[in-house]
């Protein structure tokens, strides 16, 4: 007997250790993914394990070009949340069945067509020899909003018009280049705050505000989340969402230290007073865990032959912890 209950206490830290120690994500850059900064290195999603009895955790942030790249690391097992658009989050949960899922939306905000090209005023001005710079083609936001412009300004068997001009290359890289005003790319569609530093330089122009596109108020970035780690770990799942949650309300309360997290993370030119100024101005960018436009954008996708399944109701497209939200 004695030596079955000093078996069973010896087994009680491997059985609390069940759940993995660490998490992995993986993300692109831009100030809308800014939450998950903050629950990394405010130790929100540590802090939250701890409560929850798992003890120490590890968080590691790695850097993709892109939500479809990152994409590839959770199909591969080599990460357990990534960040894009909400396009790659939904192809994943059509190409999985439903077992990758969105934990929360990130932020919302336009997403800018910006050139340096006087000859582009508006889209019907782009002509076949033209090239966008886009974070990555066909299912990013960035994709998907000049597949809603094409749809709706030259009808709906048009919707891939402008799939040739794109050019897949990093925010920052497209950024570059288009500044430069060299090679053939001369315009990129752009996220904050990328966007906002092409135009304050004064060497782009508006051409398009995906706005005017995809359903106002749309949550356009998203943290999805690999099967093994909301099934395998569904007590660091339930943890790593509520820091998500602390995260948004830190953002909202103490914006200048949030951006000040960003900085660190992501250096910029520009002074930290810029960043916030950008963080806390609703019609640039909008930080929200409650999913918003994710039904329509996903319907669109269906009806454009991207996903092979459409959803009943966006709570198909999120995990449990998000079906309480006044989500669309």
Known sequence: MKRFLLAVLLLLPLCARAEQNEVRIVMPYGLGYLPVYVAADRGFIQERAKTAGLGEVKV???????????????????????????????????????????????????????????????IKDIGPNDRIAISALKVTAQALAM????????????????????????????MAIVLSGQGAVRSQL??????????????????????????????????????????????????????MEDAFAFIKTNPHEAAQIYMAREPQKRDIAWIEALMTNPKILRYSSTPKGFKKGADFMFEAGTLKTKPASWKDLVWENMWGKDGS
């Open 60 to 122: 590691t942030l790695t850097h993709m070009a892109s939500g479809p790249a990152s994409s590839d690391l959770i199909l591969a097992g080599d990460a357990d949340l990534a960040m894009g658009g909400f396009g790659p989050a939904f192809v994943l949960w059509d190409k999985t069945k439903g077992k990758i899922r969105v934990m929360t939306p990130l932020s919302g905000g336009p997403i800018l067509l910006l050139s340096n090209d006087p000859h582009i005023k508006t």
């Open 147 to 174: 597949q809603m412009a094409a749809a709706k300004e030259y009808g709906w068997d048009q919707r891939f018009r402008f799939d040739s001009n794109l050019v897949s290359m990093s925010n920052p890289d497209g």
């Open 190 to 243: 752009a996220i904050t705050p990328f966007a906002d530093e092409m135009m304050e330089t004064g060497k782009v122009h508006l051409v398009m505000n995906s706005e005017d596109y995809i359903e106002p108020g749309s949550s356009i970035s998203a943290l999805y989340v690999a099967p093994k780690f909301h099934d395998g770990s569904p007590k660091l799942y339930t943890a790593t969402a509520a820091a």
